[in-house]
């Protein structure tokens, strides 16, 4: 009987705690909503914030911003939601150099692991490698050759010390055995002005911010660094299949909250923005985009982002990666 006792006051006590979460759940929102894009204005990040801003203002009839808070390759701003109330009130757009490359920063004043709430992968793509439209490279092969011959003699962008772009590239020079000059911007934005421009050479895009200077005829597209053709650049061969055999690499993004976001809420964000994905003209828009989603749980984001920090954060240790 006393157990029994136990039990029924465990489970109200239980019921209580959930409550509050889901009241908010319930109530959410009803005020603006802001999304923290912590990379410069121009890129992929900023691209999909304000994509998933627009349709959830629609969604819930209130406001939805998007912030722009660049710095320290996006941790400036991540850090800001961290610090942010657990409300569901200041979200973000997330990459690999935040959740699961910050290895490489041996004094981040918090813990993207512990402090960030994933609510979902929102999308995922490979990156696509582009040089100015007048560049000396023509195919990927030049460039290849190029690379492995002058090691430093070839300047790359990025959008920032970590960021997907960044780690993808450091991949690549890991799998041909030679270095290339970083250069790294706050943002994919500036990278591609001065890429545009003749300052450096090449830099191995997100395809969602590259793939319209590629079709406008300010870059010329060499290779994608996923696993497979990209449907919307058939022509472009893999890296794997120009000269790296067995390269890959992708870029993904989430879409997350302070740690300690109750979780019936991040439960509501999650079917809500799964809804909005599945929509046929955010798909088409999307694919557009060269981005593709599939859908996933919070447990399973974190999950897949876990693994993918055991994955990069043996790129960062065998490139000696030091970004502070």
Known sequence: MKKRSFLKATGAGLIAAALPGIGMAQDYPNKTVRIVAPLAPGGAVDILARLIAERLQTLYGQTVIVENKPGASG??????????????????????????????????????????????????????????????????????AEAKAEPGGINYASAGPGSSIHMITELFQLAIGQRMNHVPYKGSGPALADLIGGQVDVM???????????????LRALAVTGPKRDPRFPELPTIAEAGVPGFSGTSWFTLAAPAGTPAPLVEKLNRDVQKLLAAPDVAERYNALGMGVTPNTPAE???????????????????NLKLD
């Open 75 to 144: 941790h400036l701003g991540a850090m800001h939601v961290a610090r942010s109330p657990a409300d569901g009130y200041t979200l973000m757009v997330g990459t690999i150099g935040i959740h699961a490359a910050y290895a490489s920063y041996s004094k981040l004043n918090y813990d993207p692991a512990k402090e960030l709430q994933p609510i979902m992968i929102i999308g995922e793509a490979s990156n696509i490698v582009v040089v100015p439209a007048n560049s000396r490279f023509k195919t990927f092969a030049d460039f290849l």
């Open 301 to 319: 984001a974190r999950a897949f982002i876990q693994s993918e920090t055991t994955k990069w954060t043996r790129v960062i240790e065998a490139a």
């Open 204 to 218: 191995f895009e997100n395809m969602s911010s590259g793939m319209a200077h590629v079709r406008g005829g300010r």
